[in-house]
């Protein structure tokens, strides 16, 4: 997977865009191909702005909550070494790529935004890794040991993931910067970090709160 082919995915929805390998302040350990902000020179048009509105990507920007938990698995790889780890809503790909880098067994990253998996190839073989990819969390193996996931909870529809991931996995490793309050004492709370979009996308103090949960085995 090369970044021109991520290049050409940006560009139908932004002729101007491409990416720029970079290292995000949040976990500089891990490098990624994402959204290079120095295209950007002068306003967007009227037509740039409703196509990047209309089909964001996601993948290319590193989320905060993505970053501190990539960061933190490789500070605690014991919590997925040797374990089967699927990551939900894998985006850039940044917390897979961690999963693997701290010596998980498998790692699968799972995303319906097809764009976004080209981009956790990329960034894997960039970071000298090997992810499995997913695009329908339906088709997800029966044998989890731990699935992850980075603020997916910014819709209150997705709420019920918080079952489903305890459901599929003994152990479930949560981060969030949009959602205070879980309202589900089986995750617990290991510890807030601020970190910041890279790009930054200068977003509200509050979305830079970054709360890691533990759901199940703690060892």
Known sequence: MTPERLDAQLQKTLSRGRVAESRPAGCPQLALYLFDPSVLEGPLSHDEAQAVVAEPAY????WASGQVLARWILENPQSVSGRTVLDFGAGS???AIAAAKAGAREVIACDIDLAALDAVAANAELNGVRVTLCEDWSKR??????????????????????????SSAPRV???????????????????????????????????????IYLAGESS
Not at 141 to 166: G, H, K
Not at 189 to 201: C, F, G, N, S, Y
Not at 202 to 211: A, L, P
């Open 173 to 211: 490793l949560l981060a969030d910067s949009r959602v205070r309050n879980l309202n589900d004492d089986r995750y617990a709370l290991q510890t807030v970090i601020e970190a910041r979009t890279w790009p930054d996308l200068n977003e509200f103090e509050e979305f830079n709160q970054v709360r």
């Open 59 to 62: 993948w290319s920007f590193c």
């Open 93 to 95: 790909g940044i917390v």
């Open 141 to 166: 193996p029966d044998d989890l040991d731990v699935i992850t996931a980075a603020d997916v909870l910014y819709d209150p529809e997705n709420r019920p993931l918080l079952a489903q991931f305890r």
